[in-house]
């Protein structure tokens, strides 16, 4: 009995050993898997069986036979580069004594070859692997007399759909290619009177206003009476302009009749002399009160009330400001009213001193209204000579004809100027720029694929940019809608596999 009971706790005890390796040996395997890269980065979803192991340096490990070659990129502190570590038996091979040879293929893209130098214990790739890590690898390597061949794929920042369903989501296509842009520059402005058509009306003589007609926003014409006044002053110079046509007609009446006299022999020379003498000495005292009457918008007359002078308008307009009451004693300096013709406006805009190279008198200029939808075509018709003490900056001005009245004085407006046109070769939408990542993106079509193609842009005119580097002429990408496509990727999980 005792026999029986000790044979059956061995085997108890044999069951469970066998458990635990058995468990043991499934944790082993699970973290063989789990094992990420140097670089920190998540690695696509694939079946384990696929993918090649990981290396020392986290990268992945192809083996033939008593060699091996760990590929990884590395990109801390440098652009991304091909690093590879050659192995043979298990331990680090001398880099110089392998030789390989890596081609990548990617979409709408003819296939990059890279070749290899010994650099400290790896292999340096000659050509930065720019992004998105997303291609086919294929890898040559001659290790100890013998050739080895592997092969790879990964995908990063790509998506697949049909053409029904970018149809179904609005999303169009458009071929990048060779496109004119038109250099601009964006500037916040203000929309100001018309300093050529706006006039300060002052009295220009002492009184008291008797009555004013108009007020601040009425429409006014040319000689339009705008207030009355009671002046003093002005009776006196009207009394003195009556005396002078009075004493102009009296010396006119004698000059005649001393001339007659003159020419019949009656009376001397002399005597017709000094009157033609008074006769002009009175017609200059007469032109001259008289023109400073019309100075005033008066007439010289002995009718009605001497005092009253009527304030009239300068010009066609709209009373935009009126500082002006019945009964207020003005002096003749005044500022009463200002009649502005808003017909047209000026729109001035500050401009800095990085930019005045670029902006002169002449250049196209579109207005846009900050409040709402409006917008009006100009030209720069002025560029202030001095730079702001205090803000460093000139004032360009545009005159902008506004013959609905919308463009009202002290409107903010933003004031985009051309400033010059280029063909550039190559150009995209700017509409169908995306950011993906750290990078500004269009989402290239390659068959039933959409994947990111990292940009370096350079100029724009607000419709179309220009594309220095990322994107050829002739292909297709993504351009109304592109953001259905960022939506997709992000649902996908752009992952960012070394």
Same mark, same amino acid.
């Given at each position: 009995m005792n026999k029986l009971t000790q044979a059956k706790s061995s085997w108890a005890v044999?069951?469970? *050993? =066998?458990?635990?390796?058995?468990?043991?040996? +499934?944790?082993?395997?699970?973290?063989?898997?789990?094992?990420?890269?140097?670089?920190?980065? =998540? &690695?696509? =979803? &694939?079946?384990?069986?696929?993918?090649? @192991?990981?290396?020392? /340096?986290?990268?992945? !490990?192809?083996?033939?036979?008593?060699?091996?070659?760990?590929?990884? *990129?590395? %990109?801390?502190?440098? @652009?991304? %580069?091909?690093?590879?570590?050659?192995?043979?038996?298990?331990? @680090?091979?001398?880099?110089?004594?392998?030789t390989v040879k890596l081609t990548l293929e990617r979409l709408g893209r003819a296939p990059q070859v890279i070749q290899f130098k010994p650099q400290g214990d790896y292999l340096l790739g000659d050509a930065e692997v720019v992004e998105p890590h997303s291609f086919k690898v294929s890898i040559e390597a001659v290790q100890g007399g013998e050739t080895h061949r592997f092969a790879y794929e990964q995908e990063e920042a790509r998506v697949t759909m049909s053409d029904a369903q970018l149809q179904q989501a609005e999303v169009a296509l458009a071929v990048a290619g060779p496109a004119r842009i038109q250099s601009q520059l964006s500037l916040l402005g203000e929309v100001r009177y018309n300093g050529d058509r706006t006039v300060q009306v002052v009295p220009r003589l002492a009184g008291l206003v008797e009555a004013v007609l108009v007020n601040a926003g009425d429409q006014v014409r040319k000689g339009q009476v705008l207030a009355v006044l009671s002046s003093p002053s002005l009776a006196d110079q009207r009394a003195e302009g009556v005396a002078a046509q009075k004493r102009l007609a009296l010396a006119r009446t004698t000059h005649e009749r001393e001339k007659k006299l003159w020419q019949d022999k009656i009376s001397a020379e002399q005597d017709y002399l000094q009157a033609r003498a008074a006769?002009?000495?009175?017609?200059? +005292?007469?032109?001259?009160?008289?023109?400073? !009457? +019309?100075?005033?918008?008066?007439?010289?007359?002995? /009718?009605?009330?001497?005092?009253?002078?009527?304030?009239?308008?300068? *010009? $066609?307009?709209?009373?935009? $400001?009126?500082?002006?009451?019945?009964?207020?004693?003005?002096?003749?300096? %005044?500022?009463?009213?200002?009649?502005?013709?808003?017909?047209?406006?000026?729109? %001035?805009? @500050?401009?800095?001193?990085? $930019?005045?190279?670029?902006?002169?008198?002449?250049?196209?200029?579109?207005?846009?209204?900050?409040?709402?939808?409006a917008q009006a075509a100009g030209t720069v018709t002025y560029v202030s000579a001095l730079v702001g003490e205090h803000t460093r900056s000139a004032t360009a001005r545009v005159v902008l004809p506004n013959p609905k009245g919308l463009w009202r004085p002290g409107l903010p407006v933003h004031v985009e100027i051309t400033s010059g046109e280029a063909e550039v070769p190559v150009a995209v939408q700017l509409d169908a720029i995306q950011t993906v990542r750290d990078w500004q993106v269009v989402f290239g079509r390659y068959g039933q694929h959409l994947e990111a193609r990292p940009l370096e842009l350079g100029r724009s005119d607000g419709r179309m940019v220009e594309v220095i580097s990322g994107l050829s002429a002739g292909e297709r990408y993504a351009s109304k809608n592109s953001f259905v496509i960022k939506a997709e990727l992000g649902k996908a999980g752009a992952s960012h596999d070394h």
């Open positions: 044999a069951m469970v *050993i =066998a458990v635990g390796a058995l468990l043991g040996w +499934a944790v082993l395997q699970k973290d063989k898997h789990q094992v990420g890269d140097e670089h920190g980065h =998540a &690695e696509h =979803a &694939e079946p384990a069986e696929s993918k090649p @192991p990981k290396g020392p /340096h986290g990268g992945r !490990l192809f083996k033939a036979g008593a060699h091996a070659l760990e590929v990884t *990129i590395f %990109e801390r502190g440098v @652009p991304p %580069e091909f690093r590879l570590y050659p192995y043979q038996n298990g331990k @680090p091979m001398a880099p110089d004594q392998a006769w002009q000495e009175a017609e200059l +005292a007469e032109q001259n009160i008289r023109q400073k !009457l +019309a100075h005033l918008g008066i007439a010289a007359t002995s /009718h009605g009330n001497l005092t009253r002078f009527e304030l009239r308008s300068p *010009i $066609d307009g709209i009373v935009t $400001d009126k500082r002006i009451t019945v009964g207020q004693s003005l002096s003749e300096s %005044e500022h009463v009213f200002t009649v502005s013709d808003l017909s047209s406006v000026w729109v %001035e805009a @500050p401009v800095a001193t990085k $930019d005045l190279g670029t902006i002169r008198a002449g250049l196209p200029v579109k207005v846009k209204a900050s409040a709402f939808e």
